[in-house]
């Protein structure tokens, strides 16, 4: 599976950035790459130490229960819980998702 998402900054939605993101069975990999307009922007800044302003993909190593986005962007995804609604919900939609104190309500 491969996906390309563009990554928008601020209401009107400034282009900022595109993330590639490619699996292949248990291998998974992301690119991160500034727009070409966002490293010509007077007001432009890196969004984490981690991503330089450079030209060019940026990839991230995945530790070993780690994300394989820059922390930037991993700060975006579902953390375990809601991973796990996601997953169940996805198995079944007409199955109510769970929680320790009971269903939860649709």
């Known amino acids: 599976m491969k996906r390309t998402i563009a990554i928008a900054l601020g209401d009107n939605g400034h282009g900022l950035a595109t993330l590639r993101y490619d699996v292949q069975g248990a291998r998974e990999n992301a690119a991160f790459e500034y727009d070409a307009e966002w490293l ?18 940026q990839f991230h190593r995945k530790g070993r229960h780690g994300s394989v ?9 579902p953390d375990g819980w809601a991973r796990c609604a996601f997953e169940t919900s996805a198995g079944s939609s007409s199955a109510p998702l769970k929680t320790a104190g009971g269903p939860l309500p649709h």
């Open 69 to 77: 986005f820059h922390g930037a962007v991993a700060d975006t995804e």
């Open 40 to 57: 010509a922007a007077e007001d432009r800044f890196a969004i984490e130490p981690g991503l330089p302003l450079v030209a060019g993909p």
